[in-house]
Protein backbone atom coordinates (compact mmCIF):
# COMPACT_ATOMS: atom_id res chain seq x y z
CA UNK A 1 0.00 0.00 0.00
CA UNK A 2 3.09 2.25 -0.26
CA UNK A 3 1.49 4.16 -3.82
CA UNK A 4 -1.70 4.72 -1.77
CA UNK A 5 0.07 6.77 1.36
CA UNK A 6 -0.86 9.94 -0.75
CA UNK A 7 -4.50 9.19 -1.65
CA UNK A 8 -4.54 7.75 2.37
CA UNK A 9 -3.13 10.97 3.85
CA UNK A 10 -5.61 13.51 1.67
CA UNK A 11 -8.67 10.84 1.97
CA UNK A 12 -8.51 10.82 5.99
CA UNK A 13 -9.07 14.53 6.01
CA UNK A 14 -12.51 14.24 4.31
CA UNK A 15 -15.44 14.55 6.59
CA UNK A 16 -16.77 11.49 4.76
CA UNK A 17 -13.74 9.70 2.97
CA UNK A 18 -16.35 6.72 1.14
CA UNK A 19 -16.20 6.16 -2.08
CA UNK A 20 -19.94 4.18 -3.18
CA UNK A 21 -20.79 2.97 -6.63
CA UNK A 22 -23.76 0.84 -6.90
CA UNK A 23 -24.02 -1.40 -10.94
CA UNK A 24 -25.77 -3.72 -12.05
CA UNK A 25 -24.12 -7.59 -12.50
CA UNK A 26 -25.59 -9.98 -15.07
CA UNK A 27 -24.01 -13.00 -14.83
CA UNK A 28 -25.10 -17.02 -15.67
CA UNK A 29 -28.03 -18.32 -13.36
CA UNK A 30 -26.24 -19.15 -10.58
CA UNK A 31 -29.12 -19.29 -8.73
CA UNK A 32 -30.77 -22.18 -10.39
CA UNK A 33 -27.58 -24.24 -10.36
CA UNK A 34 -27.42 -23.67 -6.73
CA UNK A 35 -30.79 -24.31 -5.61
CA UNK A 36 -30.28 -27.65 -7.89
CA UNK A 37 -27.31 -28.58 -5.57
CA UNK A 38 -29.34 -27.66 -2.61
CA UNK A 39 -27.22 -24.83 -1.60
CA UNK A 40 -28.90 -20.99 -0.20
CA UNK A 41 -27.95 -18.70 -3.46
CA UNK A 42 -27.15 -16.05 -1.16
CA UNK A 43 -24.46 -18.73 0.39
CA UNK A 44 -22.77 -19.06 -3.02
CA UNK A 45 -22.59 -14.78 -3.85
CA UNK A 46 -21.48 -14.48 -0.52
CA UNK A 47 -18.55 -17.00 -1.01
CA UNK A 48 -17.83 -14.92 -4.03
CA UNK A 49 -17.22 -11.81 -2.89
CA UNK A 50 -15.27 -12.99 0.24
CA UNK A 51 -12.97 -14.78 -2.48
CA UNK A 52 -13.10 -12.01 -4.81
CA UNK A 53 -12.09 -9.31 -2.05
CA UNK A 54 -9.24 -11.25 -1.27
CA UNK A 55 -7.96 -11.49 -5.22
CA UNK A 56 -8.46 -7.60 -5.53
CA UNK A 57 -5.19 -6.27 -3.13
CA UNK A 58 -6.65 -3.13 -2.52
CA UNK A 59 -9.50 -4.87 -0.55
CA UNK A 60 -7.45 -6.58 1.35
CA UNK A 61 -5.92 -3.61 3.09
CA UNK A 62 -7.57 -1.98 6.37
CA UNK A 63 -6.82 1.52 8.04
CA UNK A 64 -5.44 0.97 11.72
CA UNK A 65 -5.01 4.07 13.78
CA UNK A 66 -2.45 5.86 10.80
CA UNK A 67 -1.35 2.24 9.65
CA UNK A 68 -2.72 0.40 6.33
CA UNK A 69 -2.46 -3.34 7.66
CA UNK A 70 -3.34 -6.07 5.27
CA UNK A 71 -5.94 -8.71 5.53
CA UNK A 72 -4.66 -12.25 5.35
CA UNK A 73 -7.60 -13.95 7.17
CA UNK A 74 -10.93 -13.15 6.54
CA UNK A 75 -14.46 -12.72 8.42
CA UNK A 76 -17.57 -12.06 6.34
CA UNK A 77 -20.07 -10.83 8.19
CA UNK A 78 -23.76 -10.12 6.91
CA UNK A 79 -27.07 -10.07 7.51
CA UNK A 80 -29.81 -12.05 8.49
CA UNK A 81 -33.23 -11.49 9.88
CA UNK A 82 -33.76 -12.68 13.87
CA UNK A 83 -36.43 -14.51 15.52
CA UNK A 84 -38.44 -11.41 15.65
CA UNK A 85 -37.88 -10.30 12.38
CA UNK A 86 -35.00 -7.97 12.79
CA UNK A 87 -31.79 -6.92 11.08
CA UNK A 88 -29.16 -8.98 13.04
CA UNK A 89 -25.54 -10.00 12.16
CA UNK A 90 -23.65 -13.65 11.36
CA UNK A 91 -20.12 -13.55 11.29
CA UNK A 92 -18.04 -16.42 10.22
CA UNK A 93 -14.48 -16.66 9.44
CA UNK A 94 -13.93 -17.41 5.25
CA UNK A 95 -12.22 -20.47 4.24
CA UNK A 96 -11.65 -20.89 0.43
CA UNK A 97 -12.85 -24.22 0.43
CA UNK A 98 -16.47 -23.97 -0.26
CA UNK A 99 -18.00 -26.90 1.97
CA UNK A 100 -16.24 -25.91 4.85
CA UNK A 101 -17.32 -22.16 4.01
CA UNK A 102 -20.87 -23.53 3.31
CA UNK A 103 -21.08 -25.38 6.85
CA UNK A 104 -20.52 -22.22 8.81
CA UNK A 105 -22.88 -20.28 7.01
CA UNK A 106 -25.41 -22.72 7.94
CA UNK A 107 -24.71 -23.16 11.45
CA UNK A 108 -24.27 -19.96 11.65
CA UNK A 109 -27.40 -18.49 10.38
CA UNK A 110 -29.49 -20.86 12.64
CA UNK A 111 -28.12 -19.15 15.28
CA UNK A 112 -28.91 -15.76 13.68
CA UNK A 113 -32.36 -16.80 13.18
CA UNK A 114 -33.09 -17.82 16.58
CA UNK A 115 -32.10 -14.61 18.23
CA UNK A 116 -33.52 -11.94 20.19
CA UNK A 117 -30.70 -9.76 20.49
CA UNK A 118 -28.27 -8.32 18.38
CA UNK A 119 -24.98 -10.44 17.82
CA UNK A 120 -21.98 -7.76 17.26
CA UNK A 121 -18.36 -8.05 15.85
CA UNK A 122 -15.49 -6.11 17.93
CA UNK A 123 -15.58 -2.52 16.75
CA UNK A 124 -11.37 -2.91 16.68
CA UNK A 125 -11.47 -6.17 14.22
CA UNK A 126 -10.37 -5.34 11.14
CA UNK A 127 -10.75 -8.43 9.24
CA UNK A 128 -14.46 -8.19 8.41
CA UNK A 129 -16.17 -7.51 5.25
CA UNK A 130 -20.05 -6.31 5.41
CA UNK A 131 -22.71 -7.49 3.34
CA UNK A 132 -26.75 -7.07 3.33
CA UNK A 133 -29.05 -8.14 1.14
CA UNK A 134 -32.08 -6.79 -0.03
CA UNK A 135 -33.93 -8.94 -2.20
CA UNK A 136 -36.94 -7.25 -1.86
CA UNK A 137 -35.53 -4.09 -4.01
CA UNK A 138 -33.92 -3.98 -7.09
CA UNK A 139 -32.43 -0.66 -5.55
CA UNK A 140 -30.44 2.06 -8.01
CA UNK A 141 -28.62 3.57 -5.02
CA UNK A 142 -27.13 2.26 -1.32
CA UNK A 143 -25.58 4.00 1.28
CA UNK A 144 -24.51 2.26 4.78
CA UNK A 145 -24.12 3.35 8.39
CA UNK A 146 -21.14 4.60 9.01
CA UNK A 147 -19.95 4.73 12.36
CA UNK A 148 -16.78 6.57 12.02
CA UNK A 149 -15.76 8.05 8.97
CA UNK A 150 -11.87 8.05 9.31
CA UNK A 151 -12.50 4.28 10.31
CA UNK A 152 -14.49 3.71 7.35
CA UNK A 153 -12.30 1.13 5.96
CA UNK A 154 -13.88 -2.20 6.24
CA UNK A 155 -15.68 -2.52 2.89
CA UNK A 156 -19.70 -2.54 2.73
CA UNK A 157 -21.22 -4.54 0.15
CA UNK A 158 -24.87 -4.57 -0.85
CA UNK A 159 -26.80 -7.57 -2.97
CA UNK A 160 -30.35 -6.62 -4.05
CA UNK A 161 -33.17 -8.70 -5.66
CA UNK A 162 -32.69 -11.06 -8.57
CA UNK A 163 -33.84 -10.74 -11.94
CA UNK A 164 -34.07 -13.32 -13.94
CA UNK A 165 -34.14 -13.50 -18.27
CA UNK A 166 -32.46 -15.41 -20.95
CA UNK A 167 -30.60 -18.11 -18.68
CA UNK A 168 -29.05 -15.38 -16.87
CA UNK A 169 -29.49 -13.64 -13.67
CA UNK A 170 -29.06 -9.33 -13.01
CA UNK A 171 -28.77 -7.92 -9.20
CA UNK A 172 -27.67 -4.42 -8.31
CA UNK A 173 -24.31 -4.53 -6.41
CA UNK A 174 -23.46 -1.58 -4.34
CA UNK A 175 -19.72 -1.23 -2.80
CA UNK A 176 -18.68 0.77 -0.37
CA UNK A 177 -15.00 0.98 0.78
CA UNK A 178 -12.47 4.23 1.70
CA UNK A 179 -11.49 5.87 -1.01
CA UNK A 180 -8.01 6.00 0.09
CA UNK A 181 -7.30 2.55 -0.26
CA UNK A 182 -9.75 2.05 -2.89
CA UNK A 183 -10.88 3.38 -6.79
CA UNK A 184 -13.49 2.82 -8.95
CA UNK A 185 -10.87 0.64 -11.39
CA UNK A 186 -10.98 -2.16 -8.19
CA UNK A 187 -14.97 -2.09 -7.74
CA UNK A 188 -14.53 -2.39 -11.23
CA UNK A 189 -12.14 -5.20 -10.54
CA UNK A 190 -14.48 -7.00 -8.24
CA UNK A 191 -17.40 -7.10 -9.79
CA UNK A 192 -15.66 -8.95 -12.83
CA UNK A 193 -13.95 -11.83 -10.12
CA UNK A 194 -17.20 -11.54 -8.09
CA UNK A 195 -19.21 -12.41 -11.62
CA UNK A 196 -16.98 -14.96 -12.40
CA UNK A 197 -16.27 -16.61 -9.33
CA UNK A 198 -19.94 -17.16 -8.84
CA UNK A 199 -20.34 -18.55 -12.31
CA UNK A 200 -17.55 -20.54 -11.57
CA UNK A 201 -18.99 -22.42 -8.66
CA UNK A 202 -21.63 -25.01 -10.02
Given at each position: ????????????????????????????????????????????????????????E??????????????????????????????????????????????????????????T?????????????Y????????????????????????????????????????????V??????V????I???????????????
Open positions: MLSRQEHIALFRGYEDPTVNITAVVTCPDFVAAAKAHHVPPFAALLFAIAEASLSVNFRWRLDGDEAVEVTQLKTGHTVLDKNNNLNFSSIEHSSDFGTFLRRYIEDRAIVHAASLRLSEPEDRDHLVTCTPWLFFTAFEHPVARYGDASIPNIAVGQFKFEDGDVRFPLAQAHHGLDGLHYQLIEKITDGVGALF
